[in-house]
């Protein structure tokens, strides 16, 4: 392909450059309706300009290219949620490798937000 068919993704400082066509693999997400019309699109520097996670913006990358979205555990779960949602993907899409790291982090939440304070106020008490 060449490079009329390439995108240049800046997330948070760090260039990404992939297809046009890898983008369009994930219907109905942010990446998938990209068009120079966007604000955040820079004409002079040819790319997008996303003020996101870098660290987890290359895992959404990465399931755009391989159709498998992974947990990073460099990151802490509430932040991958979001991100997830600003990308428009799904968090259901998580491997099974990675799905029980992810699901204790609902589990955490879940206690957090049951007893209305952090779990370890709750230890140290």
């Not at 068009?35 to 820079?42: G, Q």
Request: glycine share 6%; hydrophobic share 35%; net charge negative.
């Amino acid at each position: 392909m060449d490079a009329e068919n390439r995108v240049v993704l800046n997330v948070g400082g760090i260039r990404h450059e992939t297809y046009k066509a890898t983008l369009k693999k994930i219907p109905a997400t942010r990446l998938s309706r990209l068009t120079e019309a966007l604000a955040n699109y820079d004409p002079i520097l040819n790319e997008y300009f996303f003020d996101r996670h870098p660290g987890v913006f290359a895992q959404v990358l990465n399931y755009y290219r391989t159709g498998k979205l992974h947990y990073p555990t460099d990151v802490c779960g509430p932040l991958f949620e979001e991100e997830l949602e600003f990308w428009g993907l799904d968090a259901n899409q998580v491997e099974p490798c990675c799905w029980m790291t992810y699901t204790q982090l609902l589990e955490y939440k879940g206690i957090t937000s049951t007893a209305g304070r952090p779990l370890q106020t709750e230890l140290a008490s």
